[in-house]
């Protein structure tokens, strides 16, 4: 098994007052060259905007980026004419491909928003862009684990132009949960969103992260009731 182990207090920050976001990989004026990228997660922003404020419009191509929003609300636009609001247990993706122009802003004008911006390196280049959205019953991660992505295109889940599987969960403290690699040459990313787990003898902590590759199985061990995210992909080089 090889792993890596990203703490909390170790993530790129910057405060823009009406942006707060942290940085699990190398983005913007943050760069490590140990962290950029965890096979094809590339990008895993934790951003909290506040009222009224967004990222205006700007273009992104060849991505595949997903949005999940933790707290609030957030309104999308694009070029194409598109608007939508994602909201918790809400999870859109877009396909960047040859490329968009689209735009994020708090939809409060009073209460910030914090989200999950995750940038996916495609398996497939300029490919047409797309976008989708679904939301996702909160009572089925619940001791359990509820794919919200998935390469599986007629499974009730999302899916993007990546061999790439997101996984929530939301379990009691005492719980342990088994996850194996979803193929060969895939490995699996943890970010813990709140509470207190153990993975392969590390505690992790709130907004801590593990990555495992070239593994058989592993035991998430929960310490304190804990709500994760677990992204499976694939190692590239």
């Given at each position: 098994?090889?792993?890596?182990?990203?703490?909390?207090?170790?993530?790129?920050?910057?405060?823009h007052g009406w942006l707060k976001s942290h940085h699990t990989f190398s983005f913007a004026n943050f760069y490590d060259p140990n962290r950029?990228?965890?096979?094809?997660?590339?990008?895993?922003?934790?951003?909290?905007?506040?009222?009224?404020?967004?990222?205006?419009?700007?273009?992104?191509?060849?991505?595949?980026?997903?949005?999940?929003?933790?707290?609030?609300?957030?309104?999308?636009?694009?070029?194409?004419?598109?608007?939508?609001?994602?909201?918790?247990?809400?999870?859109?993706?877009?396909?960047?491909?040859?490329?968009?122009?689209?735009?994020?802003?708090?939809?409060?004008?009073?209460?910030?928003?914090?989200?999950?911006?995750?940038?996916?390196?495609?398996?497939?280049?300029?490919?047409?862009?797309?976008?989708?959205?679904?939301?996702?019953?909160?009572?089925?991660?619940?001791?359990?684990?509820?794919?919200?992505?998935?390469?599986?295109?007629?499974?009730?889940?999302?899916?993007?132009?990546?061999?790439?599987?997101?996984?929530?969960?939301?379990?009691?403290?005492?719980?342990?949960?088994?996850?194996?690699?979803?193929?060969?040459?895939?490995?699996?990313?943890?970010?813990?969103?709140?509470?207190?787990?153990?993975?392969?003898?590390?505690?992790?902590?709130?907004?801590?992260?593990?990555?495992?590759?070239?593994?058989?199985?592993?035991?998430?061990?929960?310490?304190?009731?804990?709500?994760?995210?677990?992204?499976?992909?694939?190692?590239?080089?």
């Amino acid at each position: 098994m090889k792993k890596v182990i990203h703490r909390a207090d170790t993530r790129g920050y910057a405060n823009h007052g009406w942006l707060k976001s942290h940085h699990t990989f190398s983005f913007a004026n943050f760069y490590d060259p140990n962290r950029i990228h965890f096979g094809a997660l590339r990008v895993l922003n934790d951003d909290a905007v506040k009222g009224g404020m967004g990222f205006g419009a700007h273009p992104h191509d060849n991505m595949e980026i997903v949005s999940i929003v933790l707290d609030g609300a957030l309104e999308h636009r694009d070029n194409t004419g598109k608007q939508e609001v994602i909201r918790k247990n809400d999870v859109q993706i877009m396909s960047a491909g040859t490329g968009v122009v689209h735009s994020e802003f708090n939809a409060s004008k009073t209460d910030d928003v914090n989200f999950l911006q995750i940038w996916i390196i495609p398996a497939e280049r300029n490919v047409t862009p797309r976008y989708d959205q679904k939301t996702f019953d909160p009572a089925a991660r619940e001791n359990a684990l509820q794919v919200v992505v998935s390469p599986d295109k007629t499974a009730d889940a999302l899916w993007l132009h990546q061999d790439t599987w997101f996984t929530l969960g939301k379990f009691d403290a005492g719980k342990t949960v088994e996850i194996t690699p979803k193929a060969t040459g895939i490995g699996s990313y943890l970010f813990l969103l709140s509470g207190e787990v153990k993975v392969d003898g590390e505690v992790l902590q709130t907004r801590d992260a593990i990555g495992l590759s070239e593994y058989d199985k592993a035991n998430i061990e929960v310490i304190k009731p804990a709500e994760f995210l677990l992204i499976d992909v694939p190692m590239l080089n």
